[in-house]
């Protein structure tokens, strides 16, 4: 794996971003059109798939459970599964590499089939907390033995004994996770009866729409404040073709690009736009961004359009902590666009960023600290002094910057190095790899420098 080996890379400032572009497909989607078209009986084509190692990690699972999957010479993948309930027990470890969605909603699928599986990852995976999503298959009747028991903690690598007889449950989730929810859900899918999930705050809902979209009945109510999404158990999934919109949460790096680097106009083409992903689209426009929209679609039961940036002076803003889980892996970026802007920007309820693939909320402190940016974390939230302008910090010298295994990191400090004098260090872009492997390309094409 790339990210086993360490490689630097350096953003040079100094040009203009211009140009159009796609992204890689969504990294969300792309994982559940694996599982979903992975067990469907009959053939999926998927479209736009996002070649990225933590999807192909879900692909190689997959197939170690009985599902074929190939990619054809036009560049489309295709599917076909053995049905709800046929998955076959792996003969080896999964080994999901740096991915969360994967190893998570995968728990879940293997959690209601009588099947034994054992998962691991890569050192950021094997830190990350899973007894989120444990707890509510224990309730299904799954088993689990695993590391980290000492410390009170359920670490990977972790085994699963899935349930001879799967039972439904009703489960409020204690924390704004689309992938617990979506793991109970899946669980779900070979349980008898009902299944539910309840969120205070919703979070992305590409299960729910995927599995409608292959013939599940999937339904969703809204009250009190609390989501309620429900599963009806052992459904038929029918084989049924995915077209994978552009990941926001990658066309964030291009986009904050052309807003912080003077003279740049860039536009992504085919973003994803679903409501439960654009927090960041928001607030940057509430900044005063430059941002336009164009061109709204429907494709395959995703909203997408075309997303344009221009240059421009942003303002501090306050980021309601109920804006979260519609932006959660966009604080990076955003954090890197508000030590631009003019003022303070406060974002509020971040705890979860300290369980993504890298405590982002320390990484991302350190990291604008490195750049001379004044930063606070109080409770939950962190707060971030604007300079209306480059950090005067980044004048002097390059900042290096540790990325602590994730990408998201690694991009937004390559990001921020584009827009002042004497650019950026990154430790290591190898896990660039796991979410959007033609991002140096990309960035290069439009115009910027960034040596690795
Ligand atoms: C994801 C959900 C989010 C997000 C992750 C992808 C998903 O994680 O950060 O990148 O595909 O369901 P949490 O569910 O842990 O919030």
């Known amino acids: ?9 350096a ?4 040009n203009a971003l211009k140009g159009e572009t796609g992204v890689p497909g969504d990294k969300s989607i792309s994982h559940r059109a694996l599982m979903f078209g992975g067990l469907a009986v009959g ?31 036009d560049g489309t993948w295709r599917t076909r599964g053995r049905g709800i309930g046929a998955l076959a027990e792996p003969a080896d470890v999964l080994d999901l590499g740096n991915a969360g969605t994967g190893a998570r909603l995968l728990m879940g699928l293997v959690a209601a089939h009588p099947i034994f599986a054992v998962f691991t990852g890569d050192a950021s995976l094997r830190r990350r907390p899973m007894g989120r999503v444990t707890a509510p298959l224990l309730r299904m009747g ?40 979506s793991a109970v859900l899946l669980a779900g899918l ?47 999934l029918k084989a049924s073709d995915v077209i994978v919109p552009g990941d926001p949460s990658s066309a964030a790096f291009p986009l904050v690009a052309g807003l912080i680097v003077p003279g740049s106009d860039v536009t992504v083409r085919g973003v994803g736009l679903n409501p439960l992903r654009t ?18 679609r429907d494709q395959a039961g995703e909203e997408v359009g075309d997303l344009n940036a221009r240059f421009t002076a942003l303002k501090g803003v306050e980021v309601p902590p109920e804006r979260a889980p519609s932006m959660i892996d966009e604080y990076p970026i955003l954090a890197v666009a508000a030590s631009f802007a003019k003022g303070r920007t406060i974002m509020r309820g971040l705890h979860e960023l300290r369980v993504k693939e890298s405590d982002r909320l320390a990484a991302i402190a350190k990291g604008l600290e490195a750049c001379g940016v004044k930063i606070a974390i109080e409770g939950d939230d962190l707060i971030v002094e604007g300079n209306d302008g480059p ?8 900042p290096a910057i540790a990325t602590h295994l994730d990408h998201r990191i690694a991009m937004s400090f390559l990001v921020m190095g ?4 004497k650019g950026t260090r990154v430790d290591d872009c190898a896990t660039i790899a796991t979410s959007f492997p033609d991002f140096l390309p990309l960035i290069r094409r439009l115009g910027g420098e960034i040596v690795a």
């Open 43 to 73: 053939q999926t084509r998927i479209t736009g798939l996002l070649e990225g190692e933590d999807v192909l990690r879900t692909a190689a699972a997959m197939r170690a459970m009985g599902a074929e999957i190939v990619k054809e010479a």
């Open 1 to 9: 794996m790339a990210h086993e080996q360490t490689h630097p890379a």
């Open 391 to 398: 950090p005067p910090g980044m004048e002097a010298a390059t």
């Open 279 to 296: 927090g960041l689209f928001t607030t940057l426009r509430e900044m005063g961004a430059t941002l336009d929209i164009a061109n709204k």
């Open 190 to 236: 070979n349980t008898p009866g009902k299944t539910t999930t309840v969120e205070k705050a919703r979070t992305r809902d590409h299960t729910e729409r995927m599995l409608r979209h292959f013939g599940a009945e999937v339904t969703i109510e809204t009250a009190n404040g609390l989501t309620r999404a429900t599963v009806t158990g052992r459904p038929e």
């Open 11 to 14: 953003a040079k400032p100094g």
């Open 418 to 421: 584009l827009a002042a004098k």
């Open 142 to 181: 799954a088993k689990f033995e695993h590391r980290g028991t000492s410390e009170g903690k359920v670490l990977l690598p972790l085994a699963v004994i899935g349930a001879k007889n799967p039972m439904p449950i009703e489960y409020e989730l204690p924390v704004a996770s689309a992938q617990v929810k």
